[in-house]
């Protein structure tokens, strides 16, 4: 039986998104149902998209929930055995989605597929969101194939090879329907940000896989919704690196980690104060505050999810990229 698809993009009062880069969706994506899932826009995105493709579902969500509520309410919905999770800020090529079919069809083991996303106003180097597929370090830390923090890797060809991977980007994630509801879907509790590694996470310690795949290749704009100088995404980023961790870390290393989790962010915070970046340095404390605040939520969270010892890398990427100048994945 034919695997039935849903490409489904989250706008928020993203008109010149939807202007620039759904075309291509529409072009491109012949296979799969659309959908823009609208999350309570207050410009013309939804007229435009009525007026302008016919072919593309409309789904209006109530509320501005963010990433992970925004997609769970929109999927509720829906019944096609794959989800494509799209950001409006993502230009898809000619053939994107064969090859992310494939791998399902073929390994009934994967749950996520990812593939190779570059840079939009850079193309011929990696996207920070991504790249070519994601891991995720012995304190929390993510980093990709062809990204280690802010240092992007030209693509040279040199992640053209298929395999598995810890997390997927949430720029463009493709997910088994049964799978995103059998894990739990998406946390809401964490708004925005890393949400996707939450969730392949638990796709591994349900025992299933992610992976990558450079046969299938989209360029993504990044921060078009929120911007690496907005000190919103630090926040975002170090409280729900957090949640990921007292979520899914074995018992017999969560304690150990979380500490030097916090030292490390300790470390980060004093570093923004450094550079006058009073803003972050005031975001990684909120951060913080707003762990401890959800703290026994995430605690109930935990005591439902099964758990897998050989669930991330054992190596300090922190480490290796400031203490020892390793600025590429294939340094590592």
């Not at 998406?186 to 450079?214: A, M």
């Amino acid at each position: 039986m034919s695997q039935t698809v849903a490409v489904v993009i989250l706008n928020w009062n993203g008109l010149a998104l939807l202007k620039e880069f759904l075309p291509a969706v529409v072009e491109y994506s012949k296979e799969a149902n659309l959908y823009v899932a609208d999350n309570a826009s207050t410009d013309m995105s939804v007229s435009y998209v009525e007026a302008n493709f016919p072919e593309v579902g409309i789904i209006q969500n109530k509320v501005n929930g963010g990433y992970a509520k925004g997609y769970n309410d929109a999927l509720a919905g829906l019944t096609e055995d794959i989800f494509i999770l799209l950001n409006s800020d993502v230009k898809v090529t000619p053939n994107w989605i064969p090859p992310i079919k494939a791998i399902f069809k073929n390994d009934k083991k994967v749950a996520a597929v990812q593939p190779k996303i570059l840079d939009y106003k850079r193309p011929t180097h990696f996207e920070y969101a991504g790249a070519a597929g994601g891991f995720i370090d012995k304190f929390g830390y993510p980093y990709c194939r062809g990204r280690i923090f802010d240092n992007l890797e030209k693509d040279l060809g040199q992640y053209d090879d298929e395999m598995e991977v810890f997390w997927a980007s949430g720029a463009c994630l493709a997910i088994k329907r049964d799978q995103y509801y059998e894990v739990g879907k998406l946390d809401e509790d964490y708004f925005s940000h890393q949400e996707e590694i939450d969730i392949c996470w638990r796709l591994h310690n349900y025992g299933h896989k992610v992976v990558y795949t450079p046969n299938s290749v989209v360029y993504h704009v990044g921060g078009a919704t929120l911007s690496s100088m907005n000190p919103k995404k630090t926040f975002f980023n170090f409280r729900n690196s957090l949640f990921n961790l007292i979520k899914n870390v074995p018992s017999n290393k969560i304690i150990l980690v979380l500490l030097l989790r916090m030292v490390l962010d300790g470390v980060a915070a004093i570093k923004f104060l450094f550079e006058f970046k009073f803003s972050h340095f005031t975001a990684v404390f909120q951060a913080h505050m707003s762990f401890y605040k959800h703290l026994n939520i995430l605690l109930k969270k935990r005591k439902k999810l099964p758990k897998k010892d050989n669930y991330y890398s054992k190596i300090s990427v922190v480490y290796r990229n400031y203490g020892l100048g390793q600025k590429k994945f294939s340094d590592l």
